[in-house]
C-alpha cells in the first residue's frame, strides 16, 4: 500500500518559515508513515519591492501550483503573520484554487499550519483563526499541532508556535533566529501529523 504524500507548503519572506519547514519536514520523515514533498507559494511581490525590503532570495524549492496541490494527500502550510492574518500572496494563491472547490478535490484531506511573527505571540492565533474558512471551504481537515513532546518552554525564553502550529518569533527587524524549542516543536508537529494522516489514509 502506498504512503500517504504530504505537500510541506510555505512563503517566507526573511528565511523564519523556511527554516521552521526544514524541521517539519524532519518530523514527518521521522514517522517514516508519509513521503514528502517541500514547495513554496509564488511570490506576488516584484524583484525592485523585495529588494527594497532588504528580503534575502528566495530558496531553490518548487513553487506550487494548483494543478500540483491536488496530487497530496495532506497539507502542512507555512506562513509569517500579517497584521493577524496570511500574508496576501497566501491569499492570492489560495484565491486561484476554485477549480479545486467546486470539484471538492481537497475534501477530507488533513491540513496544519506553522508561523513567524514579528512579536511574542502577536497575530499567532487569529492569523490561524483567519486560514480556518480557507480550509473549511475546501473541506480539509485542520489538524493541531497535537503532540507535546516538545516541552513546555515556560516562561523564562521567548517560544514561537502555539496548539495551532509550531513558530517562531522574528522580532521587528527580523533578525531572532528560530530557537532549539520552537525547531524541537516544529519537528514534534511534523511527526504528529504523519501519525494522523497516516490514519486518514489507512
Same mark, same amino acid.
Given at each position: 500500500?502506498?504512503?500517504?504524500?504530504?505537500?510541506?507548503?510555505?512563503?517566507?519572506?526573511? #528565511?523564519?518559515?523556511? !527554516?521552521?519547514?526544514? @524541521?517539519?519536514?524532519?518530523?514527518?520523515?521521522? @514517522?517514516?508513515?508519509?513521503?514528502?514533498?517541500?514547495?513554496?507559494? %509564488?511570490? !506576488?511581490?516584484?524583484?525592485?519591492?523585495?529588494? @527594497?525590503?532588504?528580503? %534575502?532570495?528566495? %530558496?531553490?524549492?518548487?513553487?506550487?501550483?494548483?494543478?500540483?496541490?491536488?496530487?497530496?494527500?495532506?497539507?502542512?502550510?507555512?506562513?509569517?503573520?500579517?497584521?493577524?492574518?496570511?500574508?496576501? *500572496?497566501?491569499?492570492?494563491?489560495?484565491?486561484?484554487? #476554485?477549480?479545486? &472547490?467546486?470539484?471538492?478535490?481537497?475534501?477530507?484531506?488533513?491540513?496544519?499550519?506553522?508561523?513567524? =511573527?514579528?512579536?511574542?505571540?502577536?497575530?499567532?492565533? !487569529? !492569523?490561524?483563526?483567519?486560514?480556518?474558512?480557507?480550509?473549511?471551504?475546501?473541506?480539509?481537515?485542520?489538524?493541531?499541532?497535537? @503532540? =507535546?513532546?516538545?516541552?513546555?518552554?515556560?516562561?523564562? *525564553?521567548?517560544?514561537?508556535?502555539?496548539? &495551532?502550529?509550531? #513558530? =517562531?518569533?522574528?522580532?521587528?527587524?527580523?533578525?531572532? *533566529?528560530?530557537?532549539?524549542?520552537?525547531?524541537?516543536?516544529?519537528?514534534?508537529?511534523?511527526?504528529?501529523?504523519?501519525?494522523?494522516?497516516?490514519?486518514?489514509?489507512?
Amino acid at each position: 500500500m502506498a504512503r500517504p504524500k504530504v505537500f510541506v507548503v510555505f512563503y517566507s519572506t526573511y #528565511g523564519h518559515v523556511h !527554516t521552521i519547514s526544514k @524541521s517539519i519536514k524532519e518530523g514527518l520523515e521521522k @514517522s517514516a508513515l508519509v513521503d514528502v514533498e517541500v514547495y513554496q507559494f %509564488p511570490e !506576488t511581490l516584484s524583484e525592485s519591492v523585495l529588494q @527594497s525590503m532588504y528580503a %534575502p532570495p528566495k %530558496p531553490d524549492i518548487p513553487v506550487i501550483t494548483v494543478d500540483k496541490l491536488a496530487e497530496a494527500d495532506g497539507f502542512l502550510f507555512g506562513f509569517p503573520t500579517r497584521f493577524g492574518s496570511a500574508p496576501a *500572496q497566501v491569499k492570492a494563491f489560495f484565491d486561484s484554487t #476554485g477549480s479545486l &472547490w467546486v470539484k471538492g478535490t481537497l475534501s477530507g484531506k488533513p491540513a496544519g499550519i506553522f508561523f513567524s =511573527t514579528a512579536s511574542q505571540h502577536g497575530g499567532q492565533e !487569529t !492569523t490561524a483563526f483567519s486560514f480556518l474558512p480557507v480550509l473549511a471551504h475546501h473541506g480539509m481537515v485542520f489538524v493541531p499541532a497535537l @503532540s =507535546t513532546s516538545a516541552g513546555n518552554p515556560g516562561v523564562d *525564553q521567548v517560544a514561537g508556535g502555539s496548539p &495551532w502550529g509550531a #513558530g =517562531t518569533v522574528a522580532g521587528s527587524d527580523g533578525a531572532r *533566529q528560530p530557537t532549539e524549542y520552537d525547531l524541537a516543536a516544529a519537528v514534534a508537529q511534523g511527526e504528529s501529523f504523519a501519525n494522523i494522516a497516516a490514519k486518514l489514509s489507512a
